[in-house]
């Protein structure tokens, strides 16, 4: 998922191209994944609330909610069972997007204290902003963008180390303007 901790140390004059394999290179080409997804209105109140899994092997994603199984949609900007959540999110489709490009205007800008390389991920009508820490090479947050306009953002809350790997063990993910916004905790990975 994002925010894995490594050594890497990125040169500040790599590539987009060089920026999103080593992002890559941080996720685990096989992994299981259970946890929480709840999404909460302004005040907190829970309006919905799903246990998921995810299994990751040989880039091949299973998903089930609630112990069903769920198919990736045509476009993986569908929300899950009405959430803010999204395949993609899941999933993180977009690393193995072909088009990439830098985003001169933020590049250079922070999150969490963490001064990161802006890139662009594009695929037919989709696009993706990433957030990528120069320092270790994790990926910070997310928009998805329609008409070059942030839609929806996921960024990492909370760290947690699981066995050797460190990674976000909460996220936000929010439908900008809808009044709520969704958590995903993991609580186990393999």
Not at 47 to 70: I, M, W
Not at 95 to 121: F, H, I, P
């Amino acid at each position: 998922m994002i925010l894995l901790l490594a050594s890497l140390a990125i040169a500040t004059n790599a590539t987009p191209r060089e920026l999103v394999a080593r992002c890559r290179a941080m996720m685990p080409e096989s992994v299981e994944l259970s946890g929480r997804i709840v999404m909460r209105n302004r005040r907190g109140v829970v309006q919905a609330e799903h246990t998921y899994d995810l299994v990751r092997t040989n880039s091949a994603t299973r998903l089930s909610v609630d112990g069903g199984k769920l198919e990736p949609p045509q476009s993986g900007s569908g929300s899950v069972l009405g959430t803010d959540v999204s395949w993609s999110d899941l999933s993180l489709e977009y690393l193995w997007w072909d088009d990439v490009s830098a985003d001169r205007e933020k590049d250079g800008e922070t999150v969490n204290g963490q001064t990161c390389a802006v890139v662009v991920m594009s695929k037919t009508d989709r696009s993706v902003r990433l957030w990528i820490d120069r320092k270790t090479g994790a990926l910070m947050q997310a928009e998805e963008l329609k008409g070059g306009q942030p839609v929806r953002r996921l960024w990492g809350t909370r760290l947690k180390k699981f066995g050797e790997r460190w990674m976000a063990n909460v996220l936000e993910v929010e439908t900008l303007g809808s009044g709520h916004r969704t958590k995903i905790t993991v609580d186990s990975l393999k």
